[in-house]
């Protein structure tokens, strides 16, 4: 039974490391425990350093709200580790979509503001809380969530992950933007609506 269950925890998180760093070599091809390692003798310190999350994102877009992932993708020094951040900033009241992260969960801090932050489980139960700056959030692995900007002015939230790639489902760009685009019938359907009103937020996402 010990046998059986061991492949199975092997797979509930990223793989450990198996040396002190890894950092990530993006020119080849990711494996199952990340990217292959730069030569160690081009390792330098500020592969461990990344400054990419302290400047303001620009939230003039149609959600008002941008995401800065510090993911492996934009800090190497991560490569192996089980671990990224991102940064979101929300103009008033900007919205960060559905979403879900189908690698990781996410724990979040509020720095400035006030989020609403809220997730739906898997018995369709929605849990949601007003946070404010200095407030914790915790959304577990996998859940549809969003955070809606719900103060008078910007908010900023940080937010953390136990997975150097989480990963990011956006409902509305996978439903309705997809590519190829999922059969309009199966839309209807599901939504039950009409084709008109598929195409009109298709339009909409598209643009």
């Known amino acids: 039974m010990v046998l059986f269950l061991l492949p199975l925890l092997a797979d509930s998180a990223d793989n450990d490391p198996l040396q002190d760093f ?3 070599n ?3 091809s990711p494996s199952l425990n990340g990217f292959p390692c730069k030569s160690a003798s081009s390792v330098t ?8 999350l302290s400047k303001e994102g620009n939230t003039n877009n149609t959600v008002g709200a941008v995401v800065t992932p510090a993911n492996v993708l934009a800090f190497p020094g991560l490569n192996t580790q089980g671990i990224s951040m991102n940064r979101v900033d929300f ?3 900007g919205v960060n ?4 992260h189908p690698r990781s969960t996410e724990s979040g801090i509020v720095i400035k503001g006030k989020l609403l932050v809220g997730f739906v489980a898997t ?3 929605f849990y949601s809380k ?3 700056r200095g407030q914790m959030f915790v959304i577990p692995r996998g859940l549809v969530h969003f955070q809606q900007n719900v103060g008078k002015g910007k908010a900023l939230a940080f937010t953390a992950f136990n997975s150097q790639l989480p990963g990011a489902v956006v409902l509305p760009k996978t439903i309705f933007a997809a590519n190829p685009s999922i059969p309009e019938e199966v839309l209807t359907k599901s939504f039950k609506v009409e084709a008109d009103v598929i195409k009109s937020i298709r339009s909409k ?3």
């Open 22 to 24: 890894c950092v990530g």
């Open 26 to 28: 993006l020119a080849a």
């Open 45 to 52: 310190s500020d592969d461990f350093f990344y400054d990419g």
């Open 91 to 93: 103009a008033p009241g």
């Open 97 to 100: 979509p559905p979403h879900s």
């Open 123 to 125: 018995d369709n139960k």
């Open 130 to 132: 007003v946070l404010t």
């Open 205 to 207: 996402l598209s643009s």
